[in-house]
């Protein structure tokens, strides 16, 4: 930011530039924070990031075999009406339903 | 899971949701806030849909800015799948929420399923819950979960690799552990 404005000192035009510049920072940011008021009136919950931390502790191939079997492909790729909507992965606590770390 | 979906959906016009309920989070875990997750992630993903926004604006100049009600959740979420190819929403730990709270869930996305049959929903859950599941989704395709062999044998490799006292550890001992141990959980 400092950068840009040491650059555009100096000329009237560029002046000009510098504020045309700030007017469009500005009706982004109004934007930007209606957006992230939508995203907190929709929910305070921030599933991403225990996701992000799911993928980070997870061990790499293991429960690779839920991904192979046949049920779980023909859910993922069977046309719409043609499959079952709905699977559902039971077992104890402990044995890798969400993941092993 | 999630990745692998992520993976195939890349580049089409599919959607990967997911979620991850929790015993601590309980009362933060209401199915309004469920199902508003998903909507944000969805939002998160192409930007905010226009209805989203509107129904936030006059949301926003009633009396008071109340808040989401469950119907309304639903009716939204409803307008924002419709147009999807295909939307995968993943629901982690389903028995870790309220009672009370899963059964509106479970209503709530059979309600959903039936307009919107482009979803597709994966549950995971300890094995009581089973009836409830089955109660909302009774074609739905049950499938137990137990580590395979291999699964445990990375899990040990990776254990020993960070153990704390590897002056304790020899050869022998390295070989029992990885062959006792897997051994003994596929007879449990």
Same mark, same amino acid.
């Given at each position: 930011?400092?950068?840009?404005?040491?650059?555009?000192?100096?000329?009237?035009?560029?002046?000009?530039? *510098?504020? +045309?510049?700030?007017?469009?920072?500005?009706?982004?940011? =109004?934007?930007?924070?209606? +957006?992230?008021?939508?995203?907190? *009136?929709?929910?305070?919950? =921030?599933?991403?990031?225990?996701? =992000?931390?799911? +993928?980070?502790? +997870?061990? @790499?191939?293991?429960?690779? *075999?839920?991904?192979?079997?046949?049920?779980?492909?023909? *859910?993922?790729?069977?046309? @719409?009406?043609?499959? =079952?909507?709905?699977?559902?992965?039971?077992?104890?606590?402990?044995?890798?339903?969400?993941?092993?770390? | 899971?999630?990745?692998?979906?992520? &993976?195939?959906?890349?580049?089409? &016009?599919?959607?990967?949701?997911?979620?991850?309920? &929790?015993?601590?989070?309980?009362?933060?875990?209401?199915?309004?806030?469920?199902?508003?997750?998903?909507?944000?992630?969805?939002?998160?993903?192409?930007?905010?849909?226009?209805?989203?926004?509107?129904?936030?604006?006059?949301?926003?100049?009633?009396?008071?800015?109340?808040?989401?009600?469950?119907?309304?959740?639903?009716?939204?979420?409803?307008?924002?799948?419709?147009?999807?190819?295909?939307?995968?929403?993943?629901?982690?730990?389903?028995?870790?929420?309220?009672?009370?709270?899963?059964?509106?869930?479970?209503?709530?996305?059979?309600?959903?399923?039936?307009?919107?049959?482009?979803?597709?929903?994966?549950?995971?859950?300890?094995?009581?819950?089973?009836?409830?599941?089955?109660?909302?989704?009774?074609?739905?395709?049950?499938?137990?979960?137990?580590?395979?062999?291999?699964?445990?044998?990375?899990?040990?490799?990776?254990?020993?690799?960070? &153990?704390?006292?590897?002056?304790?550890?020899?050869?022998?001992?390295?070989?029992?552990?990885?062959?006792?141990?897997?051994?003994?959980?596929?007879?449990?």
């Amino acid at each position: 930011m400092l950068s840009g404005r040491q650059q555009v000192t100096g000329n009237i035009n560029s002046f000009n530039a *510098w504020t +045309r510049y700030n007017n469009i920072i500005n009706i982004t940011a =109004e934007q930007d924070a209606e +957006r992230d008021q939508i995203l907190q *009136w929709l929910s305070p919950l =921030e599933p991403q990031q225990r996701h =992000e931390g799911v +993928r980070t502790n +997870r061990l @790499d191939c293991v429960g690779n *075999w839920a991904l192979e079997t046949d049920q779980f492909r023909k *859910w993922c790729d069977v046309q @719409d009406g043609c499959a =079952e909507l709905v699977l559902f992965y039971y077992g104890n606590p402990g044995v890798g339903k969400t993941y092993i770390r | 899971m999630i990745d692998n979906l992520h &993976d195939q959906a890349r580049g089409r &016009d599919i959607a990967v949701v997911g979620i991850y309920c &929790d015993f601590l989070a309980q009362q933060e875990q209401s199915t309004t806030n469920i199902l508003g997750a998903i909507l944000k992630q969805l939002a998160n993903r192409g930007g905010i849909p226009e209805h989203i926004r509107e129904t936030y604006r006059k949301s926003k100049n009633e009396f008071g800015h109340r808040g989401l009600r469950l119907p309304d959740i639903v009716e939204i979420l409803k307008e924002t799948i419709t147009p999807l190819q295909r939307i995968f929403v993943c629901v982690d730990a389903l028995d870790e929420l309220t009672p009370k709270h899963r059964r509106e869930l479970l209503k709530s996305l059979q309600e959903i399923v039936r307009i919107s049959p482009n979803m597709r929903i994966l549950l995971t859950g300890r094995p009581h819950i089973d009836d409830e599941v089955m109660e909302y989704f009774s074609k739905a395709v049950r499938m137990p979960v137990s580590p395979t062999q291999d699964d445990i044998r990375s899990y040990l490799k990776m254990r020993l690799g960070v &153990d704390t006292t590897p002056k304790a550890m020899d050869d022998k001992l390295r070989a029992d552990i990885m062959r006792i141990i897997p051994e003994k959980i596929s007879e449990m």
